[in-house]
């Protein structure tokens, strides 16, 4: 450790540890910031505030992102704090091969080791797209300092021939009319263009809108964060608001671990269900909790949420998007509607609890966010399905199914993973009919790698033809949160490790009855053992680099898909200087 003059500023920022020295490390840990234009007094013990940011061009969702910044600097400088801005990985959904999933934990070890190397007293986290708000969230819980969230926002609402048209969700329903011929080329084109017409993220209630509520709900953000649109001025003001917040939470040592515990989770699994949520942020709720030690498992989210109504008609399981979300009052009176659902005792950012945070609160718009007395689904939780095909469960999301389908029997139609599937869907000759059960495998976490987003298969091209427009899927893959149909997911242990999906033959039958909670493979047990006799694992997709760590070490969906080393917190104590 270097010796120290009396810090000037508060002697417990950890900052001081780089800046408050008259020594030749504090000289060098400050001249080379004032190559930048910064002044003296930058260092005279303000709270440090980074800003991490996963701008890129690469990623069209947060491709705002340092404006965003820039208005964070603006309220971080307004309360006397010093903003130091830095990048991280980012992961965009819609470039990224093979799946943005792969490298959540990644940009999780990214963000957790920028932290904690850098003289940093609190931080700002910008994110959007899908996994760059899980990821920056489980960095930086295992680092623990004072953290906000700000999110980049959803894009305004997309317009096609007249109508209001959602990402992802008009996408694939207009993909399915375009390969039933009821669409043509050119007015697909033309949607392609009125779908993404400003900034922002996806503007259906999809994995990134959920993130963004979730963390709204958990107290992570100032209220509001979860539902305003980017391009709203007042996107903007809730990033100088975040800016001269973080300063305070600094001077309260207000860390992430005093904000987070059972409570924030409870809650987010509660209106996850009422904001008819992606599935996906099962996987990132298990993952945060992994890293802040606070037991949370698959049963909670049946438990806790299988019976709240969803009141949020939003796209995909309603009609509404995220822009008449925020007008008619956002997660807030989403929160409010719900009432003794939610427990409002629970910690926030603002340092207020959440109930206190939504005082006074209006619903504007009962259609788009709906009284508890007229609810869109009366129980919208995600359900979780156990039974000899899952025994680690599976997830559906009921408010996005066919009611009818929810309790079926009927013929497994198999296919060994994505390319076989693409190869056959459409092929005339395929034997299935719409009772039918599609079952894809080796889509999970290590079979794919990464677990795409590929469990809500298109249907055969013939059953298209004919009307059909929902079947049974299942598979050990994941599915956008933009995404409807009644598809099973996330099969755990997947088929790649020798789960009972493995196992699933062409022909058998398959029983889901979701109100009880069960997913059967209707074969004998003995018949499964001789099976299982003959199965032999699938070749290992990589041997070397960051997917070779990944096959190595990527637990299952049903504890939250982060590495097994990574879980828990190491904190952020300043490591011992080399220089
Ligand atoms: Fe980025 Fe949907 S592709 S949020």
């Known amino acids: 450790m270097t010796k120290k003059d009396p810090p000037a500023g508060n002697p417990a920022l950890r900052s001081r540890e780089w800046f408050g020295t008259s020594d030749r490390n ?21 709270p440090v505030i980074g800003i991490c940011n996963t701008w890129s061009e690469l990623t069209p969702c947060n491709a705002h ?49 920028s932290i904690r ?25 295992s680092c623990d300092l004072p953290t906000i969230v700000v999110s980049g926002g959803p894009m305004l609402n997309g317009k096609f021939r007249g109508r209001d048209i959602g990402s992802g969700t008009n996408l694939f329903s207009m993909s399915e009319e375009h390969r039933a011929g009821t669409l043509s080329a050119q007015a697909f084109l033309e949607a392609e263009a009125g779908m993404s017409r400003s900034a922002g993220h996806c503007m259906t209630m999809g994995t990134a809108s959920t993130m963004a509520c979730l963390i709204e709900a958990m107290g992570l953000s100032l209220p509001q964060n979860g539902a305003i649109p980017a391009v709203d001025s007042r996107r903007t003001l809730l990033a100088r608001d975040s800016g001269f917040r973080i300063v305070d939470m600094v001077r309260e040592d207000l860390r992430l671990s005093k904000v987070l515990d059972r409570r924030s989770f409870e809650n987010a699994i509660r209106i996850n269900a009422a904001i008819g949520g992606s ?19 698959l049963a909670d ?25 925020y007008y008619a009052g956002g997660l807030p009176a989403l929160i409010a509607e719900l009432g003794e659902l939610v427990d409002g005792s629970a910690a926030t950012v603002t340092g207020r609890s959440l109930a206190q945070n939504i005082e006074g609160t209006v619903n504007w718009n009962p259609e788009v966010i709906r009284p508890r007395a007229n609810p869109v689904v009366k129980d919208a939780g995600i359900a979780v399905l156990r039974g000899n095909l899952a025994p680690n469960g599976a997830l559906i999301k009921p408010a996005a199914a066919t009611p009818a389908l929810l309790k079926h029997r ?14 056959r869907i459409d092929d005339p000759a395929l034997d299935v009919d719409a009772d039918c059960i599609l079952v894809m495998r080796n889509v999970g976490l290590r079979g794919f790698p990464g677990m795409p987003e590929v469990g809500n298969m298109p249907l055969p091209r013939k059953l298209l033809e004919s009307g059909v427009r929902d079947m049974v899927r299942i598979s050990d893959a994941r599915m956008s949160g933009t995404a409807y149909g009644t598809v099973i997911l996330h099969v755990a242990p997947e088929a790649s490790l020798g789960g009972p999906l493995a196992l699933v033959r062409n022909g058998d039958f398959i029983e889901i009855d979701m109100e009880n909670g069960r997913l059967h493979l209707d ?22 680099g960051y997917e070779g760590l990944f096959l190595d070490h990527v637990m299952q969906p049903d504890t939250g898909a982060d590495f097994d080393f990574l879980v828990g917190q190491s904190g952020a104590e300043a490591r011992e200087n080399a220089h």
Not at 117 to 129: E, H, M, R, S, T
């Open 301 to 325: 989210f049946d438990r806790i949420g299988r019976h709240v109504p969803l009141l949020a008609d939003l796209m995909p399981a309603g009609r509404y998007l995220m822009e008449d979300f």
């Open 279 to 297: 599935t996906n942020a099962v996987i990132h709720l298990l993952a945060i909790a992994g890293r802040t030690r606070i037991p949370l498992d």
């Open 410 to 423: 009927g013929r497994a139609v198999v296919f060994e993973g994505l390319q076989d599937f693409r190869t």
């Open 523 to 544: 074969v004998s047990e003995e018949e499964l053992d001789r099976r299982r006799k003959d199965w032999t694992p699938p070749p290992r997709k990589a041997t070397r």
């Open 117 to 141: 190397a850098n003289p940093i007293d609190g931080v700002v986290l910008l994110c959007g797209c899908d996994k760059t708000t899980p990821a920056l969230v489980m960095g930086a819980a």
């Open 26 to 46: 504090g000289f060098m840990h400050r001249s080379w910031m004032k190559n930048q234009g910064t002044p003296n007094r930058a260092f005279d013990g303000r």
């Open 65 to 113: 992102l340092r404006g965003i910044a820039e208005a964070v600097k603006l309220g971080v400088i307004e309360n006397g704090g010093f903003p130091v801005e830095f990048p991280v990985m980012s992961l965009g959904e819609t470039l990224l091969r093979p799946t943005a999933m792969l490298f959540r934990n990644l940009v999780s070890m990214d963000v957790e080791e």
